[in-house]
């Protein structure tokens, strides 16, 4: 069984629907969970952050972490076409050991 | 060109040939970390440096892997007798220290073992 597990889509969605992208994972040390968005044939960069249990929200992104049930989701509600990438979670411990999933790739169409 | 940045962006070779991967970091950032993206794997790590140094090589494939970096900045990546397997994306960040929470990626090196 892989550390984290995150559904390779692809996801195809209409231009303004809400996203739910989402991971499990077995390890229950990890305490450090964030997404990264990463557009075709460049690096992911960082999109949301978020330490411990509980809900962030930034603009029409949201996070959540349920430690007790080892998942965690990114929300993107509105979507646009420009929000068309593969989202990659990723876990750690300690804040510098990151385990990645898959990654789930995203369309979104006008 | 405040980011990440790595060369080649893409590299073709013949397999058994050796390859050498190098990241240049963002100014000022001590921890500089090296990843594996292979086509439906996610990102597997590799290696990361504090400084100068590689406290924990353990993540490396195998020992054709190797790692080093100089200065505290640039880092380069090389892999002896490349074998087709070895055909992926090699990504690159760096991190202001070891730890923290925002790590910024390179564009990655695209290699291809014939």
């Known amino acids: 069984q892989k550390e984290v597990e995150q559904d390779p889509g692809p996801l195809s969605v209409p231009e303004g629907a809400i996203v739910s992208l989402n991971c499990t994972y077995s390890?229950?040390?990890?305490?450090?969970f964030m997404w990264y968005r990463q557009y075709s044939r460049k690096g992911p960069e960082l999109l949301m952050y978020?330490?411990?249990?509980g809900n962030k929200e930034d603009g029409r992104f949201t996070a959540q972490v349920d430690k007790s049930s080892k998942y965690i989701s990114l929300f993107i509600r509105d979507s646009q076409p420009s929000d068309s990438a593969t989202y990659l979670c990723?876990?750690?411990?300690?804040?510098?050991?990151?385990?990645f999933g898959a990654g789930t790739r995203l369309t979104v169409k006008p | 060109g405040a980011g990440v940045s790595q060369s080649p962006s893409n590299k073709v070779t013949e397999k058994g040939k050796d390859v050498e991967l190098r990241c240049d970091p963002i100014?000022?950032?001590?921890?500089l970390y090296w990843y594996r993206q292979s086509l439906g794997q996610g990102l597997e790590f590799l290696i990361y440096?504090?400084?100068?140094?590689?406290?924990?090589k353990s993540g490396l494939p195998s020992d054709r892997f190797s790692a080093e970096r100089t200065g505290g900045s640039v880092s380069t990546l090389t892999i002896q007798r490349t074998q087709q397997e070895d055909s992926a994306v090699y990504l690159c960040?760096?991190?202001?220290?070891?730890?923290?929470?925002?790590?910024?990626f390179g564009p990655g090196t695209r290699l291809t073992v014939l």
């Open positions: 960040a760096s991190s202001l220290a070891f730890g923290a929470d925002t790590q910024y």
């Open positions: 390890n229950s040390a990890f305490q450090y």
């Open positions: 978020t330490y411990s249990s």
């Open positions: 990723a876990m750690s411990v300690q804040n510098n050991d990151m385990r």
């Open positions: 100014s000022g950032h001590t921890a």
């Open positions: 440096f504090q400084g100068n140094s590689a406290p924990d």
